[in-house]
């Protein structure tokens, strides 16, 4: 089994809502992202997937959150939230996994699959989606 790893980062302001505590606030945070592809085999040069492709699809997946108010945007813009409209870290994740997956899948011809996502929101504090099991798109 390989396994890639990439990384990079955004700006977004959020506010958890029904929390009860400070997160309930508008606040920012400088949010690093750690991805994981894996796949069975290489191809034929010996790839996994190139990491140019792969750092430009999760640049054009993080523009759609990148200095934005995340409770705005229609994914996370219920007044009363469901478990999967809170901006919170854990649906942010899923959020990025969600768009990037499809990409992963199609760009390597179905060699690799995206593993999990990570969004650290503090250099201490993360949390990640994660496909289960194998492949998925």
Known sequence: MFELKVTSHFAAAHN???FYGKCEDLHGHNWFVEIKV???EVDNIGLVM???VIKRHLKNVLELIDHKYLNELPEFKE???TRESNPTSENIARFIFD???PYIHEDSNGRAWLHSVS???SENAS?????EPGPHV
């Open 38 to 40: 894996r796949a069975k």
């Open 119 to 121: 969004a650290w929101e």
């Open 79 to 81: 007044t009363a939230p």
């Open 127 to 131: 949390a990640t989606y994660r496909a």
């Open 16 to 18: 958890l809502r029904e």
């Open 50 to 52: 190139d990491f140019g």
């Open 99 to 101: 768009r990037l997956a």
